[in-house]
Structure formats: C-alpha cells, structure tokens
C-alpha cells in the first residue's frame, strides 16, 4: 500500500532550528513535495525534490534520500510565523500526490 | 482575482438539504482536484479532472457528485451528506502530471468548511 509518515506534532523554540522527518512508501516515484499550512488557510508550497540531495531556499532547505524512502525539512531561525503545519507529499506513478497527515509545529518565544 | 478562490468559504447544512460548492482557477491549469481535509488525517483525493474530463474517483460516495464544465471552473454537488462529511474541502489546480513534465505543484484555494447537522 501507500503510506507517508511524519510526526505528528513538534515544537521548537524562536530563533533556532527544527528538523521535520517525512518517510514515504509510494507505487512508483516522480518526487517530493513538502506544503506549509496555516490554521484556517490553504496549504501552499514550500519545496520539490526530485533527486538526491539538499535544496536550499532561503531559511528552509528541503533534503531526499530516494533509496531510503526519506526527506525532512529543516527550517532555520525559527520565527514565530512559522507556527503551522508543514504537509508532505509524495507523487505516485499517476502523478498524483500522496499526501501525509501532517506534522503541526509551534513556535515558542 | 487571482490564483484559486473558492465559495462559499462556510457552508452549514442539513442532512437533507442539496447544497453546491464552486472552485475558480485563474491560472490557466489544465488540471483540478477536490480533496477533503479531516482533522489529524492527511488530505484525500476525492476527484480530479484533466482537459474537463474526469480521471479520478477515489471510491467517493455518490452523494457528492462533481462537475467541471470547463478547464476554469470545478463544482462539487452535495445532497443528502452526514454528519461524518463535516470537514474542510478545498480544491486545487495544476498544470497536469504528464503536460507539466512531472513537476505537478498544486495550488490551493482557501477551502469550504463544511459542518453538516
């Protein structure tokens, strides 16, 4: 079957940096997506991992391991906006994502 | 307006009442999605379109019926729900698996929250 696993919850504190682990098991593989949701809006997108490695943007880098069935997230200076629940997702043979439950970061002072 | 909006932003209905939710892409996408959100449960796939024409139902119950009359607009038809159907809906378009070259990022609306008595 098709499963993503994050944490569920996480909390970090202002200023330093959290690391957000998503493992993915998919019928097929054509990438990695990682969506960032505020309490009450939609989900909008962070990152895309295709290939092995890091990308890097800005304060938020995004990793995947393809042999591993793994990615995190790691979010740096934390600020307190970045209170949210970060989405990952994984796209199938079909081109269709396969979304996690979601893992809901707070951001203490 | 820009991006996806959806309406009504709120909806509360009875379980007998027929109800619509609309879904509006100004983006230009080839490819739109309804999905229902459940607290602490990933997003699921309900419905997705391609070029209008349907090419996803994910064993969706037949009291939600959808319609795409174009490649813009996407409707999601609600009769007789439960109360189990209460949940936040939101719809989201992209430029479509195969034509966007496997890079298929979503854009969302801001969703229905749908409470049903």
């Known amino acids: 079957g098709q499963n993503i696993d994050q944490p569920t919850e996480m909390t970090a504190t202002e200023g330093a940096i959290v690391q957000i682990n998503c493992t993915y098991q998919?019928?097929?593989?054509?990438?990695l997506f990682w969506y960032q949701q505020h309490a009450g809006e939609a989900p909008t997108f962070l990152s895309y991992n295709v290939l092995d490695g890091l990308e890097e943007k800005g304060r938020f880098s995004s990793f995947l391991s393809r042999s591993k069935g793994y990615s995190y997230l790691l979010l740096k200076e934390l600020q307190m906006k970045d209170s949210a629940s970060y989405l990952c997702?994984?796209?199938?043979?079909?081109?269709?994502?396969?979304w996690g439950a979601g893992t809901k970061l707070i951001i203490k002072p | 307006e820009t991006g996806v909006t959806q309406t009504p932003r709120h909806l509360v209905m009875g379980m007998t009442n027929k109800k619509s939710l609309k879904c509006e892409q100004h983006l230009g996408h080839n490819a739109m999605y309804w999905y229902k959100q459940s607290a602490k449960k990933p997003l699921e796939l309900m419905f997705v379109y391609n070029f209008k024409e349907q090419t996803e139902n994910n064993s969706v119950p037949s009291r939600f019926s959808p319609e795409c009359p174009n490649s813009s607009h996407l409707f999601l038809h609600l009769h007789t729900l439960q109360p189990e159907d209460s949940a936040l809906y939101l719809c989201?378009?992209?430029?479509?698996?195969?034509?966007?070259?496997?890079?298929?990022?979503?854009?969302f609306g801001p969703g229905t929250r749908l409470t049903v008595l």
């Open positions: 989201a378009s992209s430029t479509g698996g195969l034509a966007g070259g496997g890079y298929n990022e979503q854009f």
């Open positions: 997702a994984s796209m199938d043979s079909n081109y269709q994502l396969i």
């Open positions: 998919t019928s097929g593989f054509n990438g």
